[in-house]
């Protein structure tokens, strides 16, 4: 099989599965952040299942912000970032609301920050510090519609919004304080996060639920050594992240655009992490 063929079958992946929901509309939302003085704007994207209460999932978009790069001051549900968007419809065909988070552009960075500039990215989006606090406002909104059941929210992040989300789930981070699985989210998924979080867990990372994380060997934006370091160390503290190293992965390695499927072991690691993502939030969210 050709690279080329085995490209276009990488983006097929993640586009197909999101066929059947491409007709649904997305929902702009608006919703506090816990830090307590930001108004977030939202999208949700809702699955067929009337009248139901269904798990959700919130999504923490990456450094370059919710909206593609094309946007063009147009940042709308019409603009969100596609990678972003596919799984979000993903999780809709799934019966899932899923709700995906613009954590920039509300504090005045739509376009996010390039690679390579992550020191100098501005305070007001820092992953480790505020970013967790939106996925606590995103968590408390979701709770409060008829639609969800509010003790079945998973996290989801890409990047930067990996990071948020390990963030997130850490027992001493920003917002979780006395948090468990029972009043937080239950599970979290950590696509090619930057596991070293600032060196705000130099002493140990603990989430107060299982932790997921998957990041190829190739990733040439963070460090999997930095990742596997984390589990390591997770390990002897009992556990609660599972590291998955793809080889020959890149960063965006889930992305369907094609340069990114054109490689691959880039197809191959999202067809896996595809699989395991799916199996990892039915196991934890389904009733």
């Not at 027992?171 to 600032?198: E, H, I, K, M, Q």
Request: positive net charge; charged residues 20%.
């Amino acid at each position: 099989m050709s690279r080329r063929t085995i490209g276009v079958l990488g983006v097929a992946i993640l586009a197909a599965v999101s066929a059947s929901a491409r007709g649904q509309p997305i929902q702009q939302v608006s919703f506090p952040s816990a830090d307590g003085r930001t108004t977030l704007v939202g999208y949700l994207f809702l699955p067929d299942r009337a009248g139901r209460r269904t798990p959700a999932i919130v999504l923490m978009h990456g450094r370059s912000g919710a909206y593609s790069s094309t946007a063009n001051g147009d940042y709308s549900a019409a603009t969100l970032r596609r990678r972003d968007a596919t799984w979000a419809r993903l999780w809709a065909t799934k019966g899932y609301v899923a709700l995906l988070v613009d954590s920039y552009g509300p504090r005045g960075y739509p376009d996010g920050f390039a690679a390579g500039t992550h020191d100098e990215r501005p305070g007001a989006i820092n992953e480790v510090t505020v970013r967790p606090l939106d996925a606590y406002g995103a968590l408390v909104f979701l709770r409060a519609r008829p639609d969800v059941a509010g003790d079945r929210i998973g996290l989801q992040g890409w990047s930067n919004g990996a990071s948020a989300a390990l963030a997130t789930m850490a027992v001493n981070g920003a917002g979780s304080a006395g948090r468990t699985a029972a009043t937080g989210f239950r599970v979290a998924l950590a696509f090619y996060p930057g596991c070293g979080l600032d060196g705000q867990f130099a002493a140990g990372y603990r989430p107060y639920a299982p932790v997921r994380i998957f990041i190829g060997d190739a990733d040439e934006e963070v460090s999997p050594a930095s990742c596997q370091k984390l589990a390591d160390r997770n390990a002897a503290l009992g556990g609660g992240v599972d590291l998955t190293v793809y080889p020959g992965a890149t960063h965006d390695f889930d992305d369907p655009i094609n340069h990114r499927q054109d490689n691959p072991a880039n197809v191959a690691a999202s067809q896996d992490a595809l699989a395991r993502a799916t199996a990892f939030f039915d196991a934890a969210l389904r009733p």
